[in-house]
């Protein structure tokens, strides 16, 4: 994901904001392939992964029955 | 929802395009498209989300026309080659995937122009509660499509491994008054279901679809056919 994304991201669960946590980025510097978005309000923490945030609320996480 | 893991198989996801678009899938693909893109251009600046975004066969289709575009699915493995794709076309600059849940989406109130969902609500367990919260992240647009109840798409329903939802048009017409949704246009198609397109030889899923689109013209059409695209606005 590019980083302008980060700004219309929010937290599927109460809507806040997200803050970017231990982001690395690609070669070119344009692309995060992986970190963790934190939500400043409720503390929930989402994954970046191989590129693709991935927002699904925890409940429907890998692991989780569906 | 009932795809969830049928849908996020790692060789579902691979084979997926090659199953979905050969032979008469083509055809298929080809009408979704023009479904699509009649319902919303112009897209030049315009903000799109896409509901189910899979592999990203649309989403790749309307940043190439100019808009800013975000893909959302419930599989990782569909999103990696929604990637690809977007980076063969070269519009990864305007096209963003992300994982998510269709029920309780990551964005804030308003903010895409048009939102769009296709073959999504036939695996949806609570179409209103999507149709709101899609219309909560929408200013302007909705687009969807829907299975219909009183069409062939009946008779072999039970056989899909995705399971799958059927509607009649005055259970749509519920939902969008529920939604606060108003009606711009709708438009059926396809009297012959997607499965027989998909499984016999291009050669003659053509003439069937020729038969198909002469039948369609008339009024018998209408009540026969196996879908509708629904191009909808936010009241």
Known sequence: MKESLLEILCCPLDKHDLELEDAEYDDDGDEIVSGTL???ECGERYPIED???NLLPPDMREGTPA | MKGQEWYQADDVAEEYDDKRFSQGGQLIDRREKRAVLEAI???EDRRVLEIACGTGRFTTM???RGADVVGLDISAAMLQQGREKARAAGVSDRLEFL???AGRLPFPDDHFDTVIAMRFFH???DP????SEMRRVSSDQIVFDTFNRYSARSVYNWALPMGSRLYSKSEVSVLLAKTDLTLVDVEDDFIVPYGLYRSIPNVLASSIRSVDRVIGRSTVGDHLASVSYW???VR
């Open chain 2, 128 to 131: 209103e509660a999507f149709l």
């Open chain 2, 123 to 125: 695996l949806a367990d």
């Open chain 2, 41 to 43: 251009e112009p897209l």
């Open chain 1, 51 to 53: 590129g693709i945030p």
């Open chain 2, 99 to 101: 994982r998510g849940d």
């Open chain 2, 231 to 233: 191009d909808t606005r």
């Open chain 1, 38 to 40: 934190v939500c400043t």
């Open chain 2, 62 to 64: 309307i940043a190439d």
